[in-house]
Structure formats: C-alpha cells, structure tokens
C-alpha cells in the first residue's frame, strides 16, 4: 500500500518536531527514517500509527486519508525497540494475542501464528517464553505479532537497538527478508546511517523536524543535498574543510587539489570522503599523523596544507606516522558547498 506525506506538521508550543514533511512511498517499498536523537523520527511515526495526532497535515494509505482514523483501524503493525512481548505467554501465544484479541476462532489463529513463525523462522521454538530466546529472536516473535494481522504497513521504530552489534546485522537481514518476502510497505526508523542505508529501498534523512533529503542509500551518499547529509552519512566521517577555488583551481592553502573547477571563484567548503584517496607516486604531498589498523584498512590521519585529514588506505601499505607520501583525489570526489551549506557541485 502506498503511503503519501502531505505538509505533515507536530508542534508543541512554537516548537516543531515535524515541521512540513512531505514523503510519497511506494508500495512494497522500504523507506528507512534517519536522523540524531531528537530530530523528530519517532514523532512522524507515532503519527503514522496514529498514536499522536498531527498539527497539520495529511497522511494517506493508499489514497484514503488516515490523519483522523483511530490506529486499530490503520492496518498497521508496529515494532518498537523494546519487543515488548508477553513474558508469561509462550512464543505461540505472543503470536497468536492479536488474532484471539480480534475472536479469531483459536485453532485459525494457532494456524496464521505457525505461518508467521516459518516466516521468521521460529516454528521450532513456539512452546517456548521469550524469556528463553535470544534478543534478536524476541525481536523476530515481534515482527511475526506485527504481521499476523495481515497489516498494510509495518512501522518499526528502533527495532535492532536492543541487539549487541553481530546480531543487529543479522537481525536487519532478516528484517528485509521478511519484508521482501511479505511485501509489505515498511517505515523503518533507526539513528544508524549504515542500518538505514544496508536495508532500506530509499532513506529519508531528517535533522530539526527537516527531511533534509529523500533518496536511494547508494545516490544520497555519493550525492549528499547539503553538508548535514554529507556529514551524517558515512565512517569514518567525511572530511570537510576550507578551500578557495580560483580560476579553476580547487586549493586548500597553497596546495592545488583540483584543476579544471567550473565553480565561481570564492571561498567555499569541501567534503571528501576517506575512501576517495588513490596513494599515487605523484600528486598531493601529504604526511601520516596518526595510523590505525582496523584489518581490511588502515585508517590515517595526514596533514595536508594546515589541515588534519582522513585517509583509508589499503592495509598491506607500509606507513607509520611522518612518513610523507603523495595522494590524488578520485574524480568527482570533491564536493563542494556553499556558505550556507548547500552542495553546489563534484569535481
Ligand atoms: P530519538 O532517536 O532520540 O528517539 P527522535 O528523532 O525519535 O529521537 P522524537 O522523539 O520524535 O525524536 O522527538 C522530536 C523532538 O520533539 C524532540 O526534541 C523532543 O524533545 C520533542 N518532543 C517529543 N514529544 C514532546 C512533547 N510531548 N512535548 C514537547 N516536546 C516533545
């Protein structure tokens, strides 16, 4: 089922948690909510599941305006980070609560709560508490409550925050599997730009109440609308710093980092990304400060003209810190931003 944004607004006195969203997702489509803490993800997705009403604004499923339909009339099902199951109910009865909520005759809603339990692949362990199940395992019992209603929509808000690192990969596989498989249009709020973008068909990244941009994950990162974006996407962090470009030239101080720019002379800030380094045997002088091995890549700090830059290099290359070495910047690696932090180009 379709979703459509319009003008969305939450405010609280003169402060907007969600100020003028405007999103369209498509059916099927998973769309993951990014943002840091306090930037209005959970706002937007209460309102979504209509547990807080809208200041202004229209939200639509599949056409029909929901904005004042009570949420047990939405055809949602919702995940929070904490699973929030029943613990004295085994896995079977966690499942099956919604369907028994709605008098579903039981020995129906024993027969949807194995078919979700394949899909999650839990069927094995249905006699069991949640008590006995890993963390990433309740949050599998709560995505197959979630959706054993048949929901239109799946609203999951933090739903890995619970897991230690291993398992939250896994578990947000398994979250896309289970989505694809379903087909279900899911809104997907996480603070984890790597979560976001590893899973979701497009991300949305809000900042101050803001969507700042809506894309798809590869096209947002090597195309960031402004610096917040290109600054809250990526680790380690992009590289941002002050450049003047004359007569074509990108400089940092002294130092020439691109010929042939076609922005207007002035001062601007550049964003290059840690990965966008070539080691070359000419090109930009630049000198280790710090070295760090991570095992795929070394992670350097150099310092290029008076700034402190970071540089992924392959693991395998000789370096320790004050060895000088000469680096290129890959084409359109360089992206460039005006004063007021809007991206006016790559070169
Ligand atoms: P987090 O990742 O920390 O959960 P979030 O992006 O989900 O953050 P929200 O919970 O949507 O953020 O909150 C957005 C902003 O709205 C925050 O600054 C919060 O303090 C504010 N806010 C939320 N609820 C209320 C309320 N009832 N009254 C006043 N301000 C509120």
Redesign the pocket.
Known sequence: MEIKIENLTKA?GD?K??DNMNLNIADGELVGLL??????????LFMLAGLNDPTSGHIYFGGKDVTKVAPEDREIGLVFQNYALYPHMTVADNIMFPLINRKVPKAEARERAQEMAKLVQLDHLMDRKPKALSGGQQQRVAIARALVKKPEVLLLD?PLSNLDAKLRVETREEIRRIQQEVGITTFF?T?DQEEAMSISDRIAV?EK?VVQQFEVPQKMYLNPGNLFVAQFLGTPQINIFDVTVKDGKIMCGDVVLREGCKAADGNYKAGVRPEAFNVSENGILVKATHVRMTGRELQLRVALAKEELRVLVHSDMQVSVGTEFCVTIRDNQILLFDQTGKTVGKY
């Open positions: 609280y402060f948690a969600v943002g840091p803490s306090g930037c209005g993800k959970s706002t937007t933090e709020v603070h809000m109440g």
